[in-house]
């Protein structure tokens, strides 16, 4: 429990720190879902559908949970999934939960490895922070698929967005 906590203000820090790193490519936040690198930009926005969410209700390997994203444009889904970005559902018991509103968009670099994710933090009335992120994966021959790999941590939710717009161009 300690040890998850601590991993999980170590994310935040590192979240913190994004826009010093030097290791992987780094991208300057532009927009909700868009960002600059040093040769190109990232722009999820054709992803993003108005009204719902693009990648609704994505079961992960933590039934009966189920995982909503949409880049750009708010949705909202139950009670309290309410304009957010990210929403988590429990299948069995209808019950929502917020996992971040657009406007905490934010792309970090991780400095082991290189990759790099989009992702949301949201604090709950409990003090609890909530992460959710999203590893950007390009693949121009794919529009774009998403994979929940559920709460790998504390706090902490990832993603795996394969997609043509997750190039930079
Ligand atoms: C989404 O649709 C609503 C209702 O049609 C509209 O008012 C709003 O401007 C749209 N938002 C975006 C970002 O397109
Ligand atoms: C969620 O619940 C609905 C309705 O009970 C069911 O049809 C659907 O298959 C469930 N989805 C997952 C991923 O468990
Ligand atoms: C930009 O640089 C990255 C990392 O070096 C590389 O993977 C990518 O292909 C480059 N993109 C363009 C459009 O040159």
């Known amino acids: 429990m300690a040890r998850?906590?601590?991993i999980v203000v170590a994310v935040v820090m590192m979240m913190v720190m994004t826009t010093t790193t030097t290791?992987?490519?780094?991208?300057?936040?532009?927009g909700l879902c868009s960002c600059k690198a040093e040769n190109g930009t990232i722009d999820l926005s054709p992803l993003a559908?108005?009204?719902?969410?693009r990648f609704k209700d994505q079961p992960?390997?933590?039934?009966?949970?189920?995982y909503s994203w949409n880049p750009c444009i708010p949705f909202t889904e139950g009670g309290s999934c309410n304009e957010v970005a990210v929403c988590l559902k429990n299948n069995d018991t209808n019950d929502y939960y917020n996992?971040?509103?657009p406007s905490s968009a934010n792309f970090f670099t991780w400095p082991d490895d290189g990759r790099l994710s989009l992702q949301y933090m949201v604090g709950g009335g409990d003090g609890n922070i909530k992460v959710s992120s999203?590893?950007?994966v390009c693949n121009p021959r794919e529009e774009g698929k998403?994979?929940?790999h559920g709460k790998t941590s504390v706090g902490f939710?990832?993603?795996q967005l394969t997609s043509r717009y997750a190039c930079v161009r």
């Open 134 to 136: 999203i590893d950007l």
């Open 157 to 159: 939710y990832s993603f």
């Open 60 to 66: 992960g390997p933590d039934a009966p949970y189920v």
């Open 146 to 148: 998403l994979e929940a």
């Open 49 to 53: 559908v108005n009204g719902s969410a």
């Open 99 to 101: 996992l971040g509103f």
């Open 23 to 30: 290791l992987g490519l780094k991208c300057q936040k532009t």
């Open 4 to 6: 998850d906590m601590s």
